[in-house]
């Protein structure tokens, strides 16, 4: 899939470069370098998108018009579609002018769009305002600006030529330099190249326009390509460039109405109390009268563990998707025929954890086949699904950065570094540009409900603006490029200091010492799935990556700790030869089908899947624990040995710094899981389906803990989605009955009602065989867990009460650890 922000050369650049220099020639940069303009302050306006009320101040800025229909006009002149006259054109009269639909693809640029038209099943016509492209060489295939170095110099000569008079000699200078590189003017065969307004069809970087703020209402239009700015003259509208910029130039822009909608998936969530959804416990009739708990408490529900920013992870092209895109959902969600070929037949993953084989690669907006509960390789985070959840009560959510180096350099597929470090600061800037494309649809930075949070402090207040706390964690095999080969470690204790130093000034505040793979820090837990399927294929690339397989022992009760201290050489006796191929051959029978009965008797497997790695915590392990301590970060248990667990355990206990196990059984033991409770810390499990997330809900939620440890009477159970981790989400049971007794449903707290939710031409819903087939479905699942557990109304009421107070207690621990002794 095309990636979000390319890294490619564009026009825009260049031209910037070469102004910056001609300007600052003729005096017109300050002496810091920076354009002499002052600087504009960045205050966001009020309105509404899609249902949900936005407040904001009531100054006008060029954020302020996102989402909105207005008016173009300069100088007395409009401007309106012409489809027969280039394009566009402009007008004195009013009522003839076009409406824009102002569409942010980032802070302060939008497209522009004058009409969008699509029957079903059809992607969609658009007509958007933006420079043409009569060669077809300026984009590739996802509309990102690829102009070829060699006539974009040749053409920037001629711009500066055309429209800085003064410096034409310059010009002449830079047009020679692009003409060696084997241009020969301003044609490419017999297509003139020199940008020109069009009506383009489609979005793309061709379409994309800079807003820049000159005084209080008055605002210019740049090309994003180019730099040039829109502007009215005697011939109608045309470019100019920003140093020949007059009055025509500048535009103001006017409400107006008739704007067709630019595409989007639907929240198909309406307000009921005008307030939106609750933010502490007292707004919720259900907790007023609940002794124990403080009122002030945040309403709502933790999801521990999720990977958003998955679909750049083991090269970039194993998820098909993405969770925003500045050209929307078209573009976000649009075919994975991209990534894995024709009908999916390259989809290797999808085939080897789920059996999934060839497939409608199609996505918006039919979406044939995916998503889909067990749709491994297909993105199910889209940014407006999150939104959906979160308006259910979701207040915290836990965004793991996921990679393997291993599985990434034996794919075929891929675009991005296969470096474990590089791999996971590309996902940091992606979760960051997350951010500020969710801001600017809401209108300007800040703005928006989605918030990177790097303290306790800084969640609540995120929380209590009504917005969801996005915590950013590690869950890699080789963090910090820590790894080991033979036992030797690939870091020192100094790589591991500066690396993770550099981590947490990105905000990552959450780590996993060890994922699927050994490395310098202990030993992995080994996946015990049964069945063809993931295991295997890890089995292998744990001895690609470190030199050794698994070294299995049969697991002990318990670890057994001497004043705290463990015996590190406790269970390491070296096993014989045969005995270690056994356990070899138990773990790897086991991840394939049983021997038919009458061939049992011949089945060299003892059919145990009692196995433990006999690896524990290192003393590079140790190092990190202190040091993760030192920096106050969250701890992450799962994925590493027991034997490894039980000792981060005896390191974090005697300060009252408590650890998570964020996603059930990859935890180890229950023992394991409830001194983790015991200490203070979150246990947390797939999120699941009717009986099933109910048990799992009071069981985390009623694990024994001491009382300064719970919410009130509750634990707080919150769950993990996995989403996007190569894990299935729930697949739902369920008839047109249960359907028809479920549309529509309000929310917990009885402030939002939910329809089905459509994205496209789709209506998901939780009974048509795809289940939670996106994030979006998690408060239909919510109610229907409610409507139809068979468990008793006391225990549904308890799993429910154990949910929605997971996000205050998920707060409380990460405060816990803020405020535990060094």
């Given at each position: 899939m095309e990636s979000n922000y390319r890294s490619v050369p564009r026009l825009r650049t260049l031209t910037a470069a070469l102004a910056t220099t001609l300007l600052a020639l003729t005096g017109c940069i300050g002496g810091d370098g920076e354009p002499a303009t002052p600087a504009t302050a960045v205050p966001v306006v009020g309105g509404e998108q899609n249902g949900v009320n936005i407040t904001r101040q009531p100054a006008i800025t060029r954020y302020s018009f996102a989402n909105g229909c207005y008016l173009l006009e300069s100088s007395g002149q409009f401007v309106a579609a012409a489809p027969g006259?280039?394009?566009?054109?402009?007008?004195?009269?009013?009522?003839?002018?076009?409406?824009?639909?102002?569409?942010?693809?980032?802070?302060?640029?939008?497209?522009?769009?004058?009409?969008?038209?699509?029957?079903s099943g059809e992607t969609g016509h658009f007509e958007l305002l933006g420079i043409s492209d009569p060669a077809g060489e300026f984009l590739d295939a996802g509309g990102s600006f690829i102009g070829e170095v060699s006539y974009l110099v040749a053409g920037l000569g001629d711009t500066t030529n055309l429209l800085l008079d003064p410096l034409a000699p310059l010009g002449s200078a830079v047009r020679a330099i692009g003409e060696s590189i084997e241009f020969s003017g301003d044609q490419l065969a017999n297509i003139t190249v020199r940008p020109a307004l069009a009506m383009v069809d489609s979005p793309s970087d061709l379409a994309v326009w800079q807003l820049n703020q000159l005084g209080e209402a008055r605002f210019t239009l740049a090309s994003d390509v180019t730099g040039l700015l829109l502007g009215v003259n005697e011939d109608g509208l045309g470019l100019v460039s920003p140093p020949l910029a007059d009055a025509g130039n500048e535009f103001r822009l006017t409400a107006a109405s008739g704007c067709d909608s630019y595409p989007e998936a639907e929240l198909n969530a309406e307000d009921l109390s005008g307030e939106g959804p609750a933010i502490y416990l007292k707004d919720v009739d259900r907790f007023r009268n609940v002794k124990g708990i403080d009122q002030d408490d945040v309403f709502g529900f933790v999801d521990t563990h999720s990977h958003i920013s998955a679909y750049e992870f083991i090269g970039g092209r194993v998820n098909y998707g993405a969770p925003f895109h500045r050209f929307g959902v078209t573009h976000a969600l649009e075919n994975c025929e991209a990534n894995h070929g024709p009908w999916g037949a390259t989809g290797f993953v999808e085939l080897a954890t789920t059996g999934i084989g060839l497939h409608d690669t199609q996505g918006w907006p039919s979406f044939n086949d995916w998503p889909r509960y067990n749709s491994l390789q297909h993105h199910q985070s889209y940014y407006r699904w999150l939104e959906r959840a979160h308006l259910a009560g979701m207040k915290i959510i836990v965004n793991h950065l996921v990679h393997n180096e291993v599985l990434c350099r034996i794919n075929p597929q891929k675009q991005n570094d296969c470096d474990p470090m590089a791999a996971i600061l590309l996902q940091i800037q992606r979760m960051y540009e997350m951010q500020d494309y969710i801001d600017a649809q809401h209108g300007g930075p800040g703005a928006g409900w989605f918030r990177i949070v790097t303290s306790p402090g800084e969640a609540r207040q995120v929380i209590d603006d009504g917005k969801l706390a996005v915590v950013l964690g590690i869950e890699m095999s080789k963090i910090f490029r820590c790894g080991e080969f033979l036992g030797v470690a690939e870091c020192t204790r100094e790589d591991i200091t500066e690396r993770l130093d550099q981590l947490y000034q990105l905000g990552v505040r959450n780590i996993f010492p060890v994922h699927k793979f050994d490395n310098a820090f202990g030993g992995h837990l080994p996946d015990l799935s049964t069945g063809i399927g993931i295991g295997p294929v890890l089995y292998a690339g744990n001895l690609l990556e470190t030199g050794h397989p698994v070294e299995f022992e049969e697991c002990p009760e318990e670890v057994e700790y001497n004043g705290g201290e463990p015996d590190q050489n406790a269970d390491l006796q070296p096993f014989g030869l045969v005995d270690q191929l056994l356990y070899q051959m138990d773990y790897l029978g086991e991840r394939f089908p049983e021997s038919p009965e009458e061939m049992a008797?011949?089945?060299?497997?003892?059919?145990?899947?009692?196995?433990?790695?006999?690896?524990?915590?290192?003393?590079?392990?140790?190092?990190?624990?202190?040091?993760?301590?030192?920096?106050?970060?969250?701890?992450?248990?799962?994925?590493?040995?027991?034997?490894?667990?039980?000792?981060?355990?005896?390191?974090?206990?005697?300060?009252?710094?408590?650890?998570?196990?964020?996603?059930?059984?990859?935890?180890?033991?229950?023992?394991?899981?409830?001194?983790?409770?015991?200490?203070?810390?979150?246990?947390?499990?797939?999120?699941?389906?009717?009986?099933?997330?109910?048990?799992?809900?009071?069981?985390?939620?009623?694990?024994?803990?001491?009382?300064?440890?719970?919410?009130?009477?509750?634990?707080?159970?919150?769950?993990?989605?996995?989403?996007?981790?190569?894990?299935?989400?729930?697949?739902?049971?369920?008839?047109a009955t249960d359907e028809a007794g479920l549309y529509p449903f309000t929310s917990i707290d009885g402030r939002i009602r939910f329809g089905k939710q459509r994205t496209g031409d789709r209506e998901f819903g939780l009974y048509d065989g795809r289940g939670v087939a996106h994030y979006g479905l998690y408060p239909d699942q919510i109610a229907d867990m409610i409507r139809h557990s068979e468990r008793s109304p006391a225990q549904v009421d308890d799993a429910i009460n154990q949910l929605f107070t997971s996000a205050e207690a998920y707060l409380r621990m990460w405060e816990r650890i803020e405020n535990a002794p060094l």
């Amino acid at each position: 899939m095309e990636s979000n922000y390319r890294s490619v050369p564009r026009l825009r650049t260049l031209t910037a470069a070469l102004a910056t220099t001609l300007l600052a020639l003729t005096g017109c940069i300050g002496g810091d370098g920076e354009p002499a303009t002052p600087a504009t302050a960045v205050p966001v306006v009020g309105g509404e998108q899609n249902g949900v009320n936005i407040t904001r101040q009531p100054a006008i800025t060029r954020y302020s018009f996102a989402n909105g229909c207005y008016l173009l006009e300069s100088s007395g002149q409009f401007v309106a579609a012409a489809p027969g006259a280039g394009g566009y054109t402009t007008t004195a009269d009013a009522g003839s002018a076009t409406p824009f639909y102002l569409r942010p693809t980032a802070l302060g640029s939008y497209l522009l769009m004058s009409g969008y038209q699509r029957s079903s099943g059809e992607t969609g016509h658009f007509e958007l305002l933006g420079i043409s492209d009569p060669a077809g060489e300026f984009l590739d295939a996802g509309g990102s600006f690829i102009g070829e170095v060699s006539y974009l110099v040749a053409g920037l000569g001629d711009t500066t030529n055309l429209l800085l008079d003064p410096l034409a000699p310059l010009g002449s200078a830079v047009r020679a330099i692009g003409e060696s590189i084997e241009f020969s003017g301003d044609q490419l065969a017999n297509i003139t190249v020199r940008p020109a307004l069009a009506m383009v069809d489609s979005p793309s970087d061709l379409a994309v326009w800079q807003l820049n703020q000159l005084g209080e209402a008055r605002f210019t239009l740049a090309s994003d390509v180019t730099g040039l700015l829109l502007g009215v003259n005697e011939d109608g509208l045309g470019l100019v460039s920003p140093p020949l910029a007059d009055a025509g130039n500048e535009f103001r822009l006017t409400a107006a109405s008739g704007c067709d909608s630019y595409p989007e998936a639907e929240l198909n969530a309406e307000d009921l109390s005008g307030e939106g959804p609750a933010i502490y416990l007292k707004d919720v009739d259900r907790f007023r009268n609940v002794k124990g708990i403080d009122q002030d408490d945040v309403f709502g529900f933790v999801d521990t563990h999720s990977h958003i920013s998955a679909y750049e992870f083991i090269g970039g092209r194993v998820n098909y998707g993405a969770p925003f895109h500045r050209f929307g959902v078209t573009h976000a969600l649009e075919n994975c025929e991209a990534n894995h070929g024709p009908w999916g037949a390259t989809g290797f993953v999808e085939l080897a954890t789920t059996g999934i084989g060839l497939h409608d690669t199609q996505g918006w907006p039919s979406f044939n086949d995916w998503p889909r509960y067990n749709s491994l390789q297909h993105h199910q985070s889209y940014y407006r699904w999150l939104e959906r959840a979160h308006l259910a009560g979701m207040k915290i959510i836990v965004n793991h950065l996921v990679h393997n180096e291993v599985l990434c350099r034996i794919n075929p597929q891929k675009q991005n570094d296969c470096d474990p470090m590089a791999a996971i600061l590309l996902q940091i800037q992606r979760m960051y540009e997350m951010q500020d494309y969710i801001d600017a649809q809401h209108g300007g930075p800040g703005a928006g409900w989605f918030r990177i949070v790097t303290s306790p402090g800084e969640a609540r207040q995120v929380i209590d603006d009504g917005k969801l706390a996005v915590v950013l964690g590690i869950e890699m095999s080789k963090i910090f490029r820590c790894g080991e080969f033979l036992g030797v470690a690939e870091c020192t204790r100094e790589d591991i200091t500066e690396r993770l130093d550099q981590l947490y000034q990105l905000g990552v505040r959450n780590i996993f010492p060890v994922h699927k793979f050994d490395n310098a820090f202990g030993g992995h837990l080994p996946d015990l799935s049964t069945g063809i399927g993931i295991g295997p294929v890890l089995y292998a690339g744990n001895l690609l990556e470190t030199g050794h397989p698994v070294e299995f022992e049969e697991c002990p009760e318990e670890v057994e700790y001497n004043g705290g201290e463990p015996d590190q050489n406790a269970d390491l006796q070296p096993f014989g030869l045969v005995d270690q191929l056994l356990y070899q051959m138990d773990y790897l029978g086991e991840r394939f089908p049983e021997s038919p009965e009458e061939m049992a008797a011949l089945d060299p497997r003892r059919g145990t899947d009692q196995l433990c790695n006999r690896r524990g915590l290192s003393d590079l392990g140790d190092f990190l624990i202190r040091e993760l301590i030192r920096r106050k970060m969250m701890i992450e248990t799962d994925h590493i040995s027991r034997k490894a667990a039980a000792r981060i355990l005896a390191l974090t206990e005697p300060l009252d710094y408590p650890v998570i196990n964020s996603h059930g059984g990859w935890g180890g033991t229950e023992a394991l899981r409830d001194r983790i409770a015991a200490q203070g810390g979150i246990t947390a499990s797939f999120g699941g389906t009717r009986d099933n997330w109910v048990d799992k809900l009071t069981r985390d939620g009623n694990r024994p803990r001491a009382e300064q440890y719970k919410v009130g009477p509750f634990g707080g159970a919150g769950f993990a989605s996995d989403v996007n981790g190569i894990a299935q989400l729930a697949a739902n049971p369920g008839t047109a009955t249960d359907e028809a007794g479920l549309y529509p449903f309000t929310s917990i707290d009885g402030r939002i009602r939910f329809g089905k939710q459509r994205t496209g031409d789709r209506e998901f819903g939780l009974y048509d065989g795809r289940g939670v087939a996106h994030y979006g479905l998690y408060p239909d699942q919510i109610a229907d867990m409610i409507r139809h557990s068979e468990r008793s109304p006391a225990q549904v009421d308890d799993a429910i009460n154990q949910l929605f107070t997971s996000a205050e207690a998920y707060l409380r621990m990460w405060e816990r650890i803020e405020n535990a002794p060094l």
